[in-house]
């Protein structure tokens, strides 16, 4: 490259406190940013990457965690040894940042307008009032919002989430910085909204000639917009290169392993399951709310979350639920399982309607349908020792402890993990460790339909794949019928027999997986499918070679 | 990670949780100081029958009014001095520090287990209930507390017990609301909807699964009522409306020696000190648990 780095960091050290389970968050790390790039820093959670980051805003939680060495040159000077003073001129005028959580970065109770005011009255820009306006309303016009008057003069949680993002980026951009860190700007969002999004950092990147580091986790988003890629692992780069080099002859055993678990897009034909069918569902309606009027005359809103849903599960067979979030897929597993009750339809599980049934009447048929939780971290009682959690079900249904106790030691082998961890609490494990214990709870009721509720969706990519290992495993095994919920089409291609896509409540699309991601019907799957980042990238074939 | 270390890790769980809350209560200075005192006072209060020199309802008719050991004219025997009817200060104030002790754990007693049954039962039944135990919540809080105890105290008659029943009831919609808040925002979570779909009775849901996951931020409450408790049955005691004399209860000595405020100022001032100094230490221990429960208040220090 012939251009000048403009972001130039050496050796920098950052930190942790002493109690903390490594001594430095970001170690040794070196690396440079030219004008006119995209550079993706990639890596597992934990890995120093968002603090490397911080560390060149100068967001590090001080007194705790601090840079103890190395340089941040920028324009000449090293910023890493600056006072707040100036540090705070060259954030978000020199370089700018956007977050992942839009919501939560934007102020709730500040109209858009006013916050973008801010970034320049923060900045002592001498501009008059009219000037800004019509600044204001250009750079929202400049990541493509719609009606920027509009959008202007309303509140966040009045934008959807794409919007918000949209907000933030205009935000970042206002002063014009050389360059723009983006720490997982995109994970929050959905995959056609995030598609647009990588779009618009793209072209305004190029438009610009701005340096942008990108934080990400995600190869697809990596394949789709990176120019040259840093790998971070445990604090350390353990590999840098260009896209291309990284993402299809990748160097370093853990770049290949991280690559290697990246689930493929394209499906594999397989033959159609023919076993007995251990539910059908038909005609399941779910409305959130209702129209009548409330006591003080107002109308209720009314979603219609589950609209004529007609699906069957065999014995042995994954069905994928995918669409975007608010589609109504989770609510349609929860209906199954009675978790929400459902409006109307059926809910054939072998023979008997179970909509139909009491609360008294439907246990028994608690047994055997089970659910696979999304957030590892929520779906365990912190209070309860793992061994308590497990034999909950079986308790309820009156099995002694001693025999549930027994069984659970034996699930606890199954999911693979040591029989010790019975006596210990959620909070000693991983989210990985944790997901594997919600499996094994599942499993001790001895049930026959699993409903996978974006099981995986809160984990790292290697640890995901060892979990979907997992559950394809227990699933042959235990001959199990299968509900998988997902918002992730790279890993419904992988897991999935069969898939149904949802949207507004409705499933518009319902087939074998290969036909669905091959020749899809409907004007909504070919656009899911076009919005999967990085879908021109195969993904090598690194079978044979050192993986860590 | 091999099987011992594991055993040896598990083992030190519990362990290490009390330590964690341990060094975060250490860091607050004035939690420490109130924790000397209380203690103190409890160990006083145990055994007040082999400390207090003298019986605290004795009188000693040669000795009215003796000021205490420090003031010109006070005696050795009587390090505290004596009442107007020639008691021993120091031996009432060391009995009087049974009953505070007493009003507070009966007081928290009754308003946390009235309160989070409460407050269980109206977040797992919205709706009706719900809005019926929560009005009549409301309607209480919508009395000044101390009038409403007076109130009460006024239907049922003046005496101690009644005073804790009718403080009981004035604190119980603080217990409810802040069960109730808390058992709704974990019901939110996936834990209880996985017991949910195993089958798992109400109770079962209330009591074993929710209710562990509020007791952090109700332990505080019940620290910070403690003292309020005392407080308010001092209050009443000052009016008449609480432990009758010759009770050594602090707010009645307080009334007992309100005549003679200008006279022997000493007489209110060493149990108005007391009652102080006790509602300020159990304030300080509640401000320091919360430091160490708390897991949102740990991150800003």
Known sequence: MTKEAILKISNLTVSLPERAERPFAVEDVSFEVYPGEILCIVGESGSGKSMSSNAVMGLLPKPFVYISQGEIMFEGRDISKISDREMQAIRGSKIGMIFQEPMTALNPVMRVNKQLQEVFSSHHLKLSKAEIKTKIIEMLDDVGLPDPEIIGNSYPFELSGGQRQRVMIAMALALQPKILIADEPTTALD???????????????????????????????????????????????????????????????????????????????????????????????????????????????????SRDVDLEIRKGETLGLVGESGSGKS???????????????????????????SNSEMMPFRKHIQMIFQDPYASLNPRRKIGDIITEGPTIHGIPKAVSWKRAEELLEIVGLSKIA??????????????????????????????????????????????????????????????????????????????????????????????????????????????????????????????? | MSDVTLQEKQNSALVDALKGFWIEFKRNRGALYGLVFITILGFVATFAPFIAPYVPEEQYRDFLKLPPVWVEGGSWDFLFGTDALGRDQLSRMIYGSRYSFYIGFIVIFFCLTIGIVLGLVAAFNRGFIDNMIMRAMDIILAFPALLMALALVAILGPSLENAMIAIAIVYIPHFVRLTRAQAMSELGKDYVSSSKTMGASKARLMFINVLPNCMAPLIVQATMSFSSAILDAAALGFLGMGAQPPTPEWGTMLADSRQYILSDPWLMTIPGLFILVTVLSINLIGDGMRDGLDPKMKSNK
């Open chain 1, 191 to 305: 995959v056609t909204t995030q598609a647009q999004i990588l779009k618009l950092i793209a072209e305004l990147q190029e438009t610009r000639d701005m340096g942008v580091i990108f934080i990400t986790h995600d190869f697809g988003v990596v394949a789709e917009i990176a120019d040259r890629v840093i790998v971070m692992q445990m604090g350390k780069i353990v590999e840098q290169g260009t896209a291309e080099q990284i993402l299809n002859r990748p160097e370093h055993p853990y770049t290949r392993k991280l690559i290697a678990t990246v689930p493929h897009l394209g499906a594999q034909k397989k033959e159609p399951v023919t076993s007995d069918i251990v539910v059908s569902v038909k005609g399941l309606n779910k409305i959130y709310g209702s129209e009548t009027t409330g006591l003080f005359g107002k109308k209720g809103r009314v979603v219609h979350a």
């Open chain 1, 422 to 548: 019975l006596k210990r609490y959620p909070h000693e494990f991983s989210g990985g460790q944790r997901q594997r214990i919600g499996i094994a709870r599942a499993l001790a009721m001895d049930p026959k339909l699993l409903i996978a509720d974006e099981a995986v969706s809160a984990l790292d990519v290697s640890v995901q794949s060892q979990v979907l290992d997992l559950l394809d495993e227990i699933k042959t095994e235990m001959d199990l019928a299968m509900l998988f919920v997902t918002h992730d089409l790279r890993v419904a291609a992988q897991v999935c027999d069969k898939i149904a896509v949802m949207r507004f409540g409705e499933i518009v699309e319902y087939g074998n997986t290969y036909d669905v991601f091959h020749n899809p019907q409907h004007d909504y799957t070919k656009s899911l499918l076009e919005a999967v980042p990085g879908k021109a990238w195969k993904v090598p074939d690194l079978s044979g070679l050192e993986i860590a």
């Open chain 1, 331 to 357: 609510t349609v597993g929860r209906c199954i399982i009675r978790l929400h009750d459902s409006n109307s339809g059926i809910i054939d599980f072998e023979g008997t309607d179970i909509l139909k049934l």
